[in-house]
């Protein structure tokens, strides 16, 4: 058989039906349901007296609108309120596998609990009416986000229409150096091929660089593919994915895990599959990334300067970078470790989970927040992932410094409940967008790793977080 | 879905690159439940000096005259020129409700976002892909002469500029059937119910585990 690549083998063995142009029907398997996206989708299959097609592929979360503080007492924004009680109406009336409301102890953002739930498992197709589904593809799945329409599809039908994707291959060879983290290979990748770089492709990561990687750090790469166009990233099979799957409460058992182990071993690219591109990288050269403007390519290293439009020779590309310096209220040329930040955020489907606040607390150990930062919030990805860190310890290192330890949920990411950034705000955030008003109108956010933000909290302004020691 | 034959539409020009989708609608407002009324809000933070709230009545609110879409000779416009990577960012489907309500049936640029792309085709709003010359000369010949309008004929693949220059267009056979026609996705999908139960069932027969 020809050799093939991982999204080949996961494509084909998806495919239920096949239009002459080449459309798609693929079959999934599972499908993650979030707040925002679904009220929409459940009220469309309802008018038209449908049913969903098989209620045990779902699994329902609420995240987007929740406090992540002061659970007492409730949900106080009466719109977002509506919101959540609509997805309780809705899986009630519906049906799921699994359902976590707010307040419950297996809450938190959908990216994070569908993994360690075991409800993502190697060579599922997984959807969400979220663009963060990519982060699934870590498992070796074909994973990725989809629009209302879209839901109320899969819903119904149990499948999507689609047209097959190009593929990409991004290598990254090498050994990280001290103190760089999956993030800044991301970050990285992004400002090598920009924000459209993937369009249209499928992206896979692999090298040496990606193996040596946890299934956290791997997640935080699929998780931003979309920051780089591509609306699926993945990462092929290994024993860390087997591991890391191991005993999770919707992972097979007994038989029904060898089997299921012995299909996944075969999730990878074979030798000599072709790539319609490739991207290399060389891990050691990667150092902490700072992004200085509104859209995730706008990113430098710590140590260099912002960069001047006046360098630029595109005019397209000149009058954009001239609009986000406006925007940001920075001076081209200004050395990145000169900005100081108002408030840190600690969170998100990139980086909550409890490898990304142990990178956090590291840094953050035995130091306090510098005087000139308003708020350091650290969110964890899920009620799970916050009771790991409490046991840890965490929790009292992060208070001790100042920080503040909160609920699980989206948060600050983009600012739907009541975290957010004042207007000219300036914070350092370990989310996966810095577009203009995501964090609060008028607020600017400089993308970066756990380990920097916490450096920014405990300095104030950006630093190499290898010089603090 | 309204299905699309054929429009000749106002133009409106928004020259900037990787316009994402938390600018065409941002966040407060995606706390709706209704796929409506989105159209008051398409580009709030640019096109309004005040932040918006939800169930705000915006017909007060002070308008940005810096924004190219409050300028007089754009009102009404029902095409919009855009630059690279339109769309891009979140899948929110309130990106497309929000264009569509707002009075737009066309965007015409060199790329889109493929998850935006995919959206906006399930609610009759048509994106096109040109080469990026094309696009600089509807942008140039579009700030010269107002009232500038073109003529889009989905059927025949072609937009028409004043001059009478007739520029073909890609459009996948399938969508374009769809978006003619005006037809339900779930509906066509479901025509192949009997594909998708034997697919299931082979599936649960080999990978058990992916049905516990």
């Not at chain 1, 629009?147 to 819903?155: N, R």
């Not at chain 1, 140590?303 to 001047?308: A, E, G, K, M, Y």
């Amino acid at each position: 058989m020809e050799a093939q690549t991982l999204y080949e083998k996961l494509w084909s063995s998806h495919v239920v039906h096949q239009e002459a142009d080449g459309t798609a029907l693929i079959y999934i398997d599972r499908h993650l349901v979030h707040e925002v996206t679904s009220p929409q989708a459940f009220e469309g299959l309802k008018l038209a007296g449908r049913k969903p097609w098989r209620i045990s592929s779902i699994v329902a979360t609420a995240d987007h609108n929740t406090p992540t503080d002061h659970w007492e007492r409730g949900i106080e924004d009466p719109v977002s309120r509506q919101q959540v009680e609509t997805l309780d109406a809705n899986i009630r009336e519906v049906g799921s596998l699994a359902y976590f409301p707010f307040r419950d102890e297996r809450q938190g953002i959908v990216h994070v609990i569908g993994p360690e739930n075991g409800a993502t498992l190697p060579g599922m197709t997984v959807v969400c009416g979220d663009s963060h589904t990519s982060t699934h593809g870590a498992f070796g799945c074909l994973a990725h986000g989809i629009g209302t329409s879209e839901v109320e599809h899969v819903l119904a039908t149990q499948c999507l229409l689609q047209k097959k994707s190009k593929t990409l291959l991004i290598k990254v060879e090498g050994q990280l150096g001290r103190g760089v983290t999956a993030k800044d290979i991301v970050l990285a990748i992004i400002g090598k091929i920009g924000t459209a770089g993937g369009t249209g492709y499928a992206m896979e990561f692999g090298g040496s660089a990606i193996r040596a990687l946890s299934m956290e750090g791997r997640m935080t790469i699929c998780n931003m593919a979309i920051e780089a166009g591509a609306r699926a990233g993945m990462v092929g099979v290994d024993e860390i994915t087997i591991a890391y799957l191991k005993g999770k409460p919707f992972a097979p058992t007994g038989e029904a895990w060898e089997q299921a182990v012995a299909y996944w071993r075969t999730l990878k690219t074979d030798d000599g599959a072709k790539f319609d591109k490739v991207v290399e990288l060389d891990a050691a050269s990667i150092q902490p990334q700072v992004t200085w403007g509104t859209s995730p390519e706008m990113v430098v290293t710590v140590s260099d300067r912002v960069p001047d439009p006046a360098q630029e020779p595109d005019p397209v590309k000149r009058e954009g970078m001239e609009r986000a310096l406006k925007y940001m209220g920075l001076e081209a040329n200004t050395p990145v470790a000169e900005i100081k930040v108002d408030q840190v955020f600690i969170g998100s489907c990139t980086n909550s989970r409890i490898e990304d606040l142990r990178e956090a607390a590291a840094v953050a150990r035995g130091r306090s927040k510098a005087a000139n930062v308003r708020r350091v919030l650290v969110v964890p990805g899920s009620g799970l992932v916050k009771r790991q860190a409490e046991a840890e310890g965490l929790h009292e290192v992060f208070l001790a410094a100042g920080f503040e330890w909160r609920e699980p949920g989206c948060s600050m990411c983009l600012a739907m409940n009541a975290d957010r950034l004042e207007p000219g705000e300036r914070c350092a955030s370990t989310s996966n967008r810095n577009f203009e008003g995501r964090q609060g109108a008028g607020g600017r956010t400089h993308l970066v790793s756990p380990a920097m933000a916490a450096a920014a909290a405990v300095t104030g302004h950006f630093v190499d977080v290898r010089t603090l020691g | 879905m309204k299905p699309f034959k054929v429009l000749d539409g106002l133009v409106a020009p928004l020259d900037r690159a990787n316009v994402d989708t938390d600018a065409i609608i941002p966040k407060q407002f995606l706390k709706s439940i209704k796929r409506s009324g989105f159209g008051p809000n398409a580009f709030d933070e640019w096109r309004y000096l005040d932040v918006g709230q939800p169930g705000q009545d915006n017909s007060t609110r002070p308008l940005n005259p810096d924004f190219v879409l409050n300028q007089p000779r754009y009102q009404g416009a029902q095409i919009l020129l855009t630059r690279d990577n339109f769309g891009c960012g979140s899948s929110r489907e309130h990106a497309p409700w929000a264009l569509e309500d707002y009075g737009f049936r066309v965007l015409i640029g060199p790329s889109f976002a493929d998850i935006f792309f995919n959206n906006s085709f399930k609610n009759g709003l048509l994106p096109i892909k040109l080469g990026a010359d094309e696009v600089d000369e509807l942008f140039r010949q579009c700030a010269a002469s107002e009232g500038y309008r073109l003529t889009v004929d989905l059927a025949a693949q072609t937009i028409t500029r004043p001059d009478g220059k007739a520029i073909a267009f890609e459009v996948d056979p399938f969508r374009k059937e769809c978006l003619l026609n005006g037809w339900d996705d779930i509906g066509l999908t479901l025509r192949q119910a009997d594909k998708i139960r034997a697919f299931e069932a082979q599936r649960r027969a080999e990978h058990p585990y992916y049905f516990a």
